[in-house]
């Protein structure tokens, strides 16, 4: 039996640093899916199972932030990673209050695949 891929949900605007993270976790197996704009992301969120949510901070249609307390709200426990290339102290803090797992600076990027390990080994 073929062992089932992980589906990780990737919000965001399809920036360079989406496209990026798309493609790292794909090569190192998993099934990424890409939603383009939060209203795409929230759509997908409430159909399909997730063993992981990346959601772009600041999106066409709103911030990565709203994003995440509405999924908390709707009782979402799925981990959320929240990226942004601004990497100030409050929009960490923001993040994290809103009930993100992690937030992630565009020049962390680099330990992403660790991460989504170690956060996606929880829900095996």
Known sequence: ??????????????????????????????????????????RLAAVGHFALLIIKEKCPDGRGVDFVRGLRAAGSKAPVIVHSDD???????EALEAGADLFLGKCELGELVATVRRLTAAGQ
């Open 1 to 42: 039996m073929i062992p089932q891929k992980r589906r990780i949900l990737c919000v965001g605007d399809d920036s360079d640093a989406d496209a990026l993270i798309q493609t790292v976790l794909g090569l190192a197996g998993y099934d990424v899916v890409p939603a383009g704009t939060l209203a795409d992301g929230l």
């Open 87 to 93: 990497v100030r102290e409050s929009m960490r803090s």
